[in-house]
């Protein structure tokens, strides 16, 4: 960190993966979303469907009563327990059955919704929105009154659910609302990049399925093979990195086997993005600085 050279952006660290896998990005003033939750969606099996099937995060969370807004705590998703989560989910589907909409929950925490047709919607990750006043984050666009309205409804159902009354009974955070977020249907399948990814995450198993990125498992034993061109090691978010991954990409540097490293970190909606070359190794003037040094552009030169 303190030898690289840094960019911060308001982009998700999620939204630049796929731009990076050949998606055309998401720019601010778009009318629609980078369909996230539909290529997450394509990486959980249990989820295949018909490819002009649209799906919009429904995540699980706590909105907190502030003295004239709500404002949206994290972690998002909010962590439920299974049998928490299943009850809820029978509830919202019980409701909502006779509107076509269909409740799922995937592997990692997030909640998906499966809708008829894609929503006219722009909408705002959580991470963004995470510890602010909500109402400059809600759905913006023609169908935005829709979602504002099924929002509302979905509140009140959860209010009155038995499932949130016993989390409040032993000091739990109910769930209050659910935060939509990167709406859209799958992309067309596209043509594979060169990238040798890492990881075991919906979306990079999404991305691999749509014929973007070759996939593979992370390995017992972190390491780079000689024939990797263009290398991707992708963490769960739920998992804390094995430290030995980043000694050995280092070490891929200081022998000349890798020519570029980059690492990117997200924070609070932002990704900053750190940019090493071997030569880079050789900056010992640099002093270290904490990751939220970094992120607000605060670190010693």
């Known amino acids: 960190m303190a030898k690289s050279e840094h960019v911060l952006t308001t982009q998700t660290l999620d ?28 990486g959980e099996s249990a989820f295949d469907g018909a490819a002009d099937t649209a799906f919009v995060f429904a995540d699980p969370v706590h909105l907190v009563l502030q003295r004239d807004s709500f404002s949206l705590a994290a972690p998002v998703p909010l962590p439920l327990a ?61 169908d935005a009154g829709y979602w504002r309205q099924l929002s509302n409804e979905i509140q009140m159902l959860l209010h009155a659910d038995p499932v949130n009354a016993k989390r409040e009974a032993y000091g739990h955070l109910p769930c209050n609302s659910l935060w939509f977020w990167g709406a859209g249907v799958l992309p067309a399948c596209g043509t594979l990049s060169g990238i040798s990814a890492y990881a075991s995450t919906p979306l990079l198993r999404g991305l691999a399925k749509l014929g973007l990125i070759a996939l593979h498992p992370l390995p ?14 992708v963490f769960d978010a739920a998992q804390p990195p094995d430290e030995r991954w980043f000694e050995a990409a280092v070490d891929a540097l200081k022998s000349g086997l890798a020519e570029v490293l980059t690492l990117f970190f997200e924070l609070e909606g932002q990704v900053l ?29």
């Not at 019980?94 to 997030?110: C, E, I, K, N, V």
């Not at 390491?223 to 991707?232: I, L, S, T």
């Open 273 to 301: 993005s750190t940019r090493m070359t071997r030569a880079d190794l050789w900056k010992f003037w640099r002093r270290h600085a904490s990751l939220e040094a970094y992120c607000e552009n605060k670190w010693p030169q």
């Open 220 to 233: 017992m034993h972190p390491g780079f093979e000689v024939a990797d061109k263009n290398v991707w090691v």
């Open 15 to 42: 939204a630049l993966i796929c731009s990076m896998a050949g998606l055309p990005a998401a720019t601010s003033d778009a009318k629609a979303d980078m369909p996230l939750a539909a290529i997450c969606a394509h």
């Open 82 to 142: 299974e049998e928490e989560s299943a009850a809820l989910l029978h509830t919202l589907n019980r409701h909502f059955a006779a509107d076509g909409l269909t409740f799922l929950a995937g592997r990692d925490g997030h909640w998906y919704l499966r809708c008829g047709s894609a929503p006219a919607i722009r909408t705002h990750a959580p991470g963004q929105a995470a510890g602010h006043d909500i109402q400059a984050f809600l759905p913006e666009g023609a």
